[in-house]
């Protein structure tokens, strides 16, 4: 599905690596049906597509933003060199080997600090917030796909100067961002990283035929479909919520129009509401005033096994360790 979120500052940074080497982007602004003179946010699968013809044309699918060209092909085996992890901690740490080896800088490291996970970049070159954000984009992007849900980010810090008249750096990540910081890192809840890896081969195939386009829409909190069956399911509790086709017939669309449009977003319905009552669920076992069978019933699941094992594979932990 494409969905019109990337701002002329995010196309015209990429541009920029063509313009450096001389080279005119006026036919591949054509070929991926973009304007030369850029005004409005273009789709996902148009920025999508400007990416892999920007690769192919400098033989780099970072942009020539890091120390060594990131050659096409490296995407993709990054994504499968990660498919065998157990969960997005080791995911996450082979990711950022695999990159540094690919890229030498930025290299990072994930580090541990309280309730924090931090991962940090450093390089002994200054680099642009444009080569920052495209490789959280990578990480973060993939990192999302691996455990089948959006990774929410407490906090982005760029060790470089903001750019320009770019709020768009802001509003893209959904979490609060920094410039002039003394490092480059993302923060995100540490608990996370016990999130299992979920996907197999043959969903790889199906990512790696959309992506680009795919990882760019799974930054965006609430937007889309997904942000209006959210918004749906807020309006009633977890044992009461609508079936499938029901939502499907208040979005007035087929339900199998649906199911492929969220699947293009990296969702399901399922998904989206096991989303939901986790969030719950966490709150009522720190309030301790309900048992995991009373919590069970509560989020509408048919028995506590239900819950236990939905819980599990949403956290990588038990009711019974919060409770």
């Not at 080279?23 to 049906?33: H, S, T, V």
Request: net charge neutral; charged share 25%.
């Amino acid at each position: 599905m494409e969905r019109r979120m990337i701002s002329p500052g995010f196309v015209d940074d990429a541009l920029e690596c063509l313009r450096r080497r001389g080279i005119d982007p006026a036919n591949i602004l054509e070929e991926c049906g973009i304007p030369d003179a850029l005004a409005q946010p273009v789709s996902n699968v148009a920025y999508g597509n400007l990416w892999w013809r920007i690769a192919a044309e400098v033989q780099d699918e970072f942009f020539n933003l890091a120390a060594r060209p990131m050659r096409p092909g490296s995407f993709s085996l990054l994504c499968h060199c990660l498919l065998t992890c157990k969960n997005l901690d080791e995911a996450i740490q082979r990711a950022l080997i695999f990159l540094g080896v690919v890229l030498d800088e930025p290299g990072g490291t994930l580090h541990r600090t309280g309730s924090e996970a931090q991962i940090q970049l450093v390089s002994s070159e200054p680099r642009s917030a444009f080569a920052f954000r495209t490789y959280w984009l990578i990480l973060m992007g993939v990192s999302s796909w691996l455990v089948g849900r959006r990774l929410p980010l407490r906090r982005l810090e760029f060790a470089c100067a903001a750019p320009e008249r770019r709020d768009d750096y802001r509003q893209f990540f959904g979490a609060p961002v920094s410039f002039d910081c003394e490092q480059t890192r993302l923060v995100l809840d540490v608990t996370l990283l016990d999130l299992p890896v979920v996907r197999d081969e043959q969903a790889l195939k199906h990512f790696l035929r959309d992506a680009p386009a795919n990882i760019l829409i799974r930054y965006r909190h609430d937007q889309g479909l997904t942000g209006k069956i959210r918004q749906i399911l807020a309006q009633a509790p977890p044992a009461d919520w609508p079936k499938f086709e029901s939502i499907a017939e208040e979005l007035k669309l087929a339900p199998a129009t649906l199911r492929r449009r969220l699947k293009a977003e990296g969702q399901s319905y399922g998904a989206i509401k096991d989303e939901i009552r986790i969030v719950i669920a966490e709150r009522l076992l720190r309030e301790e005033t309900l048992n995991v069978a009373d919590i069970a019933n509560q989020l509408g699941y048919s028995e506590p096994s239900a819950f236990y094992r939905a819980y599990r594979k949403m956290t990588g932990a038990t009711p019974r360790s919060m409770n």
